[in-house]
DNA sequence: CGTCTCCTTGACGTTCATCAAGTATTGTGG
DNA sequence: CCACAATACTTGATGAACGTCAAGGAGACG
């Protein structure tokens, strides 16, 4: 029962995330302008989805509250998930080469999103140097993520994916400065299993060991890690 | 011995790659502005790094001939291959975040490249709007090519694996107006084993296989392809 | 309160890794 | 240009990690 996440419609110049959002090299003023071309959207319901594969590219999201999950769905594969958002977190920027979004994202939880029109970003290109630059920046980390995770697919067991995976959510809600030692996680073990190339059998076995080894628990979509240590060096060591 | 390859040290108006680099959007004028950033360093011997993961970093670079590995080298697992860069594709755009480069770059093959130093590149972002959006381009892309090479580790067995690798390398060389049934690939089966998360036997074998069934053939670096649609079918469809 | 989905646990199977040994190719120094 | 060493490739035999299949129990949702 973790309240974890910033709720409401807040300005840009109010909101808990600004320090994320524009982590450096962004001044008042050009926050002011940015806040012209941010539309904050009503909340998403559980299940609702932000954008699908194939409609048109408009505007990259940025999650304020909640928990977007990016995938693709095939005929021949099922469901492959590309990544878990949360509050801080950019969503979409992937769609810019293309006029459609190639990716399904959907909100885990009840989420909130600012939206961010492309068109009118580019406007503010000119303007504002620095919010360019903060784009750029966003791109340049989800290619970083994207190799960072192939290498935890190639070459790690099952176990320190796993123990990786709920490593990471420790870091990203740290480094947020929300609850990181239990947090909520409404993410189904088929879900990580996917995101992981694994099956829910496996993860399943994993998580029934961590919690007997006393690292953590994940019970009812709560996540309450015990020993942070252990856990991280699961999560990188080998064996 | 196929050749296939541009040569030489074209300016951006007469390079042959003119068409990739700059795909549309781009004016005489603004390409006259960007090639006075763009520096066209002397070949890379078979073997050089590009730059090191660690090397600070300061400028992309245009692939013009050649083929350039992207790779990351660790204690524990050993050499992890993010991607083969054939003339055309653009290295290095991961490393905009940070000041630092995060991956190897290596030539397999002696090479050509044209640096891009961002800092200059910045300046010219207000005089050349189209100059910005393509370089999003290109990092989105990136973004893509990363999920998507993600999921093929996934879902897909060795001998897809294999096949999707050798049909996209017809693909790429294709679309770039180069020899696509016959074309040299100075790549070792190990590294493609690497990038495909497979060993170099299995990757052996299934070359083996693939030769018996008169698909293609790929000896002393000499990739020749019989049956483009098979191969195709074979990148695609399941088993 | 009942149904449906999710999670758990066990038994078994498969794909690909590992180990090993021999052959071909590439690179190097003379 | 040759000789020889080092590295890469091939092929077979064996094994292991994780997937698949199955069945029972717990949680979620209407």
Redesign the pocket.
């Known amino acids: 029962m973790t309240e974890n996440l910033p709720k409401g419609n807040a300005s840009c110049s109010q909101c808990a995330l600004q320090k994320i959002c524009f982590p450096k090299g962004l001044y008042r003023a050009d926050i002011q302008l940015l806040e012209e071309i941010v539309d904050r959207k009503p909340s998403l319901a ?1 299940g609702e989805m932000l954008f699908r594969a194939g409609d048109p590219f408009s505007a990259v999201f940025a999650v304020k509250a909640g928990l977007i999950k990016v995938y693709t769905e095939s005929e021949a594969d099922g469901e492959v998930i590309h990544g878990f958002y949360l509050p801080g977190d950019v969503v979409g920027v992937d769609a810019l080469a293309h006029n459609r979004y190639l990716f399904n994202a959907i909100a885990l939880d009840v989420s909130n999103v600012c939206s961010i029109d492309l068109t009118q970003m580019h406007s503010l290109t000119s303007k504002v140097p620095n919010l360019n630059m903060h784009l750029l920046n966003i791109m340049s980390n989800e290619i970083v993520e994207g190799r960072l995770h192939s290498e935890l697919l190639s070459k ?4 320190q ?1 796993v123990a990786n995976f709920l490593w990471s959510m420790v870091v990203r809600f740290r480094d947020r400065g929300y609850h990181y030692k239990e947090f909520r996680l409404n993410i ?3 879900e990580m ?1 996917s995101y992981l ?9 994993v ?2 060991k961590l919690s007997k080894q006393g690292v953590m628990t ?4 709560e996540v309450e890690v015990f020993d942070m240590e252990l856990l991280q060096s699961l999560a990188n060591s080998p064996c």
């Open positions: 559980k790690k067991s099952a176990e994916r189904l073990h088929k299993a190339n694994l099956t829910p059998e496996t993860v399943s076995r998580l029934t994940w019970k009812k979509k």
